[in-house]
């Protein structure tokens, strides 16, 4: 499974951004997906996460209110629209796919997009 991101870039404090990842190779193999992130001398942390066959979503605290993440099964892609975005909002965003391999399960991982907020 390959994933790539786009949609990043510079905003202002209060915009809004969106987010996309696509999705190809084995995409049958993806149940749940998410979006995470990491700021300069941060861990990476989960943004959002949407399960594959119900939808069923969950937020971090943090952005929950603010952000909305969503996927297209048909299209194999996921997006995250991020509103009044602030400036603790700014990090590396990455896309992951959790998946299977046989009885294991394997984790794919975008190469990430920047998201800068200015205040």
């Known amino acids: 499974v390959q994933l790539v991101e786009s949609g990043g870039g510079l905003v202002q404090a209060g915009d809004s951004l969106r987010l996309s990842c696509a999705a190809s190779g084995s995409t049958s193999s993806i149940n749940a997906m998410g979006w995470y992130r990491q700021a300069p001398g941060n861990q990476r942390e989960l943004v959002a996460r949407i399960t594959g066959a119900s939808g069923t979503t969950n937020y971090a605290d943090s952005v929950k209110g603010r952000f909305t993440i969503s996927r297209d099964n048909a299209k194999n892609t996921m997006s995250l629209q991020m509103n009044s975005l602030k400036v603790e909002d700014a990090a590396v965003y990455y896309c992951?796919?959790?998946?299977?391999?046989?009885?294991?399960?394997?984790?794919?991982w975008g190469q990430g997009t920047q998201v800068t907020v200015s205040s």
């Open positions: 992951k796919a959790e998946g299977r391999s046989g009885y294991y399960r394997v984790d794919y």
